[in-house]
């Protein structure tokens, strides 16, 4: 179903010392808080049905463009896109919002910053909800994540970073890898955001690839022409998406993946051993080639690092806010009810 005229959204701007951010907000000022957090390669506006949804409940809903993305700053620096640096932009935002203990929502990198802020600061959470990739108390990194690939799936021997060999390719190969997505940053877009496919399940994922083929597209070195999904986006927000990265380009979004060393430094000071105590929600996707817990061991450490967790999942494949906008509606609905947030 396409979605030709999206709701409105408010947009905002939050400036501090060498950083600004942009926002959306909905819903009632003095309702409670929910702030949704995005991942690679999108912006706030994927969140906007989930939005609508929560503010229509009154709750006072805020989807930042974290940095890098969007209308928020994108400093030139690799190392400027260290998971702390980002926590500490929406810490920042959220004191700015009157600094009343919020639910944060997080997709794919977005995860990885509502779960270590959560660690970091938990007086500022009342619950987390996490999409599409699973907590790890060392960090997200290579040698987090790699351990726990599927071996049945991936033998070492041929596969070893697994499903990871795309974020391996990143750490070893970063200017030719920005270069091909940046040789049409709106069919890369559009080629990177496809429904997920029941079939992939238990099958070598193309991420697993990347670097026997000399990249994400192979030797064309730039993604084919295709089409937008607008099932997945309404026409609109994929334009203002394809916008955003004709202004920034790929590679502030893809420096995420050069800062292993210090996000793992940085998960490590988290007290309690990064433990988090607040209810967390994990929502799995089914058809996820890179992500799902499903039948592997991905999801371990976040088990063991949760007091209250809850993990469901849903027919989606990576880009599980976009492909089931309604069903994680209801399912973050149920666990705000169960847990009485």
């Known amino acids: 179903m396409t979605n030709p005229r999206p709701s409105p959204l408010a947009s905002r701007t939050f400036s501090m010392v060498g950083q600004t951010t942009h926002y959306h907000e909905s819903g009632p000022a003095d309702g409670p808080l929910m702030i949704f957090l995005h991942g690679w390669p999108s912006i706030a506006l994927m969140w906007r049905a989930q939005m609508d949804a929560f503010a229509a409940s009154g709750w006072h809903c805020i989807a930042p463009d974290l940095r890098g993305y969007g209308g928020s700053s994108a400093p030139a620096a690799n190392d ?60 997200h990194a290579l040698r987090t994540v790699v351990p726990l690939v599927d071996r049945a799936i991936y033998p070492a021997s041929t596969y070893p970073d697994g499903q990871w060999d795309y974020y391996r390719y990143y750490q070893t190969h970063f200017e030719p890898a920005v270069a091909d997505l940046d040789a049409d940053k709106e069919a890369s877009l559009a080629s990177i955001f496809r429904a997920g496919n029941p079939a992939s399940v238990g099958q070598v994922a193309p991420h697993a690839l990347v670097t026997r083929n000399g990249g994400r597209f192979g030797a064309a ?88 967790l809850t993990v469901t999942s849903l027919p989606a494949g990576h880009w599980l806010p976009l492909e089931c906008k309604a069903e994680l509606i209801d399912v973050i609905r149920n666990w705000l009810e169960s847990n009485d947030l």
């Open 80 to 139: 400027a896109y260290t998971i702390e640096a980002i926590v500490t932009d929406m810490t920042a935002l959220h004191e700015h919002l009157g600094g009343a203990p919020a639910i944060w929502v997080g997709h794919d990198w977005g995860s990885v910053v509502v779960a270590e802020l959560a660690a970091h600061a938990p007086a500022r959470s009342r619950g987390v909800v996490l999409t599409s990739l699973a907590y790890q108390p060392n960090g």
């Open 221 to 308: 070195h730039r993604a084919p022409p295709t089409e937008p999904d607008t099932n997945l986006w309404p026409q609109a927000d994929f334009g203002a998406l394809a916008q955003s990265f004709q202004t920034h380009g790929f590679r502030p979004a893809c420096a995420w993946y050069l800062n292993d060393d210090a996000n793992m430094r940085y998960a490590h000071a988290a007290p309690d051993h990064g433990r988090l105590a607040q209810p967390v929600l994990f929502v799995n996707g089914d058809f996820d080639p890179i992500c799902s817990i499903t039948g592997n061991r991905q999801g371990d450490p976040m088990r063991a690092a949760c007091a209250k």
